[in-house]
């Protein structure tokens, strides 16, 4: 108030019509005083001022209206009067997390106003195409989880369940993180029907917006051994609403600003595990032992880039217009798991001829990538395979070299090539085995950020030309074939060479 008496004092002892104040000048405070480093904002705009110790703020521009955020506040707007001074008082978030708050289905409807499809529709299309989506509701993790196969037969390969009934509630706290928490230590995810809405969006079963919306940070426990919706420390409100979100400008007043939304340490929660005795689960250490996390890159800015497919969060329903750089994605993989593999991963194939037959020197290198390849589920595998031909196409067998393992099944056991995977192994050393009855210690051959695996191979002269390729697998041949699943591999790289 003393800002706006000292700046009305000075306009009425000038004569005359004033210039225009070419600035906004003001204060931000909350129930208990100040507020320092509070971000005053022209919305959808890079126009910004941070307040000091004092709470005060000068803001360039004439605009009119501002924004104001901060650390553990709902975002408040002011409209900037004539004379271009404004206090602003934030409120402050309750430290309580309501545990019978009632989560928000996100599917579009038009009985439930509160429904976030219903407005963000551009966000929820990249959503309904994401794991995230389907976490509860995938049908392999469904096959996996209850022993069955993809035609519902019973008693087919790998069953959690049958061998750790306890384990329902540990997929439960990552796969259905707004189930009842009082039934998560028995919590069956096939009661999780998954049914569609009439605008095809997932139900609600998976990690969906309200969720993610609602984490304020980490709780009391430890990563990697606190695990889903355990780690995390929700902000759930008795009455009303209230959402975290990276943007500081969205002044609907149920909206806070939060630098956790972009920090890796949310996803941390899922994508880090120790799971029965087994590091099974390893995303977020592989990414803090990282070149990009030296960088300061987190996860979500691969994982949820900004894109150009939209520029406005609500469209039609009271959303600004903005830089698209300002917009996450929320498909999780932009354009797809395949694709997001083939920019990270480079292949090089040298053959060279000598006295002897031929030697062929292959790289394969994950650059641009904050984690180790493959990474997640640890059944994904990725398997260089490495063939010479002769003048008529006939396979020429190699003479030395990397060969692969059984668990690469068949096709490829035994042939030229190099294996990049967790290989766990059950303790009586057999090969591949669930993460739930596998021996803690075991191989891990994946690919590390930056650093090239290089192999050397010998052929015999008669080989006229060589070729590599690199084959991502969601899981081990053996599994697939037991459970039914028909797309399990798909080829990221491919090299046809000449033999100089």
Known sequence: MAIRRSLLLLLLAVPGTPPAPTAVMGTVADDRGAVAAAVVRVPATPLAARTDERGHFTLPGRPARVTVSADGRIIAAATVPAVRVVAVTLTRIPDDDCETYAWVDPGPDANRPGSCCNCHTPACDEWARSGHARAATNPRLRNLYDGTDAAGRPGRGWNLLAEHPAGAGVCAACHAPTADPDAASDYDLRRVTGRPSSAGYPAAGGVHCDYCHKAAGLGDGEIGLTHGRYLLRLSRPAAGQRFFGPLDDVDRGEDVASPFQHDSRLCAACHEGTVFGVHAYGTYSEWRASPAAARGVQCQDCHMPAGPAHTNVAPAHGGRERSHRTLADHSMFPGGRAAMLRRCLALTVEPARDGRGVAVAVTVRADGVGHRVPTGFPDRNLVLAVEALD??????????????????????????????????????????????????????????????????????????????????????????AVKGWVDNERIVADRDVPVP
């Open 391 to 480: 003048a008529a196409g006939r396979p020429v067998v190699a003479t030395a070299g990397p060969t692969l393992p059984p668990a690469t099944g068949p096709e490829l056991a035994g042939r030229s090539g190099r294996l990049f995977a967790k290989q766990l192994r059950d303790f009586d050393g057999r090969q591949p085995a669930p993460f739930w009855r596998s021996d803690p210690e075991f191989a891990d051959t994946r690919l590390r950020p930056g650093e090239p695996d290089r192999t050397a191979y010998r052929f015999p002269p008669s080989a006229a030309r060589v070729r590599v390729r690199l084959l991502d697998r969601r899981f081990w041949p053996e599994v697939a």
